[in-house]
């Protein structure tokens, strides 16, 4: 890859927070999973009825994954693949499976994003998805306008929940967020979801790979004010930048625009309180509550 590569609307948060839907019906890996799924189930001997029962799903669901309508859950998959004999068939799809999950300006970001070595964020509007506890993503959803689908809203948790795989990956990727004050403060979700998702970032914040730092309000000096962004060190040494606003994103992998946000980012967290300060300031927070 080289230079920017823009993706399609619907940008958010820069962690894919906004969407324009699902994703395509029938849409390439979902086509493929849904036939091999559909043939093993008639290797087997099973009606989709007797299949849905046996995996604890209903038959119209059964034929929604068959028909590459809907992404099925991992739990599934491991469950159709073992059940069916698969032979490891249908669990060998299950990340590119996962990434239909996310909509489509976002799944080029995911991708680099479980390819990490190194992985810094600076967030704005909402706690990045990373760092986001079930019920604090969902209520993100909710409030997406035009308004998402339930089903769609179901997916996009359930995508958010997969990508923090990343924490339990080993070797461990380094990982650092820098915080807006004002997103550590506003209560999403309510005062029960709120307290829940700053006790989340406590808990993430021990983790030996993880540093996480609050920029304060009071702050005069500030390098961020252009806005969030992630930059993404892969495996491979490849440096790709990622920023989302409105609805357009952008994935930087030529040399000179990610070293400018990276040098951005050393100045926004030589501004921000160190992490001590930062998860004692969190702890204040959930005190006020």
Do not use: C, N
């Given at each position: 890859?080289?230079?920017?590569?823009?993706?399609?609307?619907?940008?958010?948060?820069?962690?894919?927070?906004?969407?324009?839907?699902?994703?395509?019906?029938?849409?390439?890996?979902?086509?493929?999973?849904?036939?091999?799924?559909?043939?093993?189930?008639?290797?087997?001997?099973?009606?989709?009825?007797?299949?849905?029962?046996?995996?604890?799903?209903?038959?119209?669901?059964?034929?929604?994954?068959?028909?590459?309508?809907?992404?099925?859950?991992?739990?599934?998959?491991?469950?159709?693949?073992?059940l069916l004999d698969a032979g490891g068939v249908l669990r060998e799809t299950k990340e590119e499976v996962a990434r239909a999950q996310y909509p489509a300006f976002f799944r080029d970001a995911a991708r680099l994003e479980t390819e990490a070595v190194e992985l810094h964020v600076y967030d704005t509007h909402v706690i990045n998805g990373l760092l986001q506890t079930e019920e604090y993503a969902e209520a993100v959803f909710r409030m997406r306008r035009p308004l998402l689908d339930e089903e769609t809203i179901r997916q996009r948790v359930a995508a958010r929940m997969h990508r923090q795989e990343v924490f339990s990956r080993?070797?461990?990727?380094?990982?650092?967020?820098?915080?807006?004050?004002?997103?550590?403060?506003?209560?999403?979700?309510?005062?029960?979801?709120?307290?829940?998702?700053?006790e989340q970032v406590l808990l993430t914040g021990r983790n030996r790979n993880v540093e996480i730092q609050v920029m304060p309000l009071q702050r005069e000096d500030h390098a961020g004010l252009a806005g969030p962004f992630t930059l993404i060190e892969t495996k491979a040494g490849q440096r790709v930048a990622y920023t989302e606003v409105q609805r357009s994103s952008t994935l930087y992998t030529e040399r000179a625009p990610v070293r400018e946000l990276e040098a951005q980012y050393g100045i926004i967290r030589a501004q921000a309180l160190t992490p001590r300060?930062?998860?004692?300031?969190?702890?204040?927070?959930l005190g006020e509550l």
């Open positions: 890859m080289s230079g920017p590569v823009r993706g399609e609307p619907g940008g958010g948060a820069a962690d894919g927070t906004e969407d324009p839907g699902r994703p395509e019906p029938g849409s390439g890996v979902l086509r493929v999973f849904g036939r091999q799924l559909k043939r093993f189930r008639l290797r087997a001997g099973l009606e989709r009825a007797e299949f849905g029962a046996r995996t604890g799903y209903s038959t119209s669901t059964i034929a929604s994954y068959e028909q590459g309508r809907r992404v099925p859950p991992p739990r599934f998959i491991d469950t159709a693949d073992e080993w070797p461990a990727p380094l990982m650092s967020f820098v915080v807006e004050e004002a997103v550590l403060r506003r209560p999403i979700g309510g005062t029960r979801v709120h307290r829940g998702q700053l300060e930062s998860m004692a300031f969190v702890e204040g927070l």
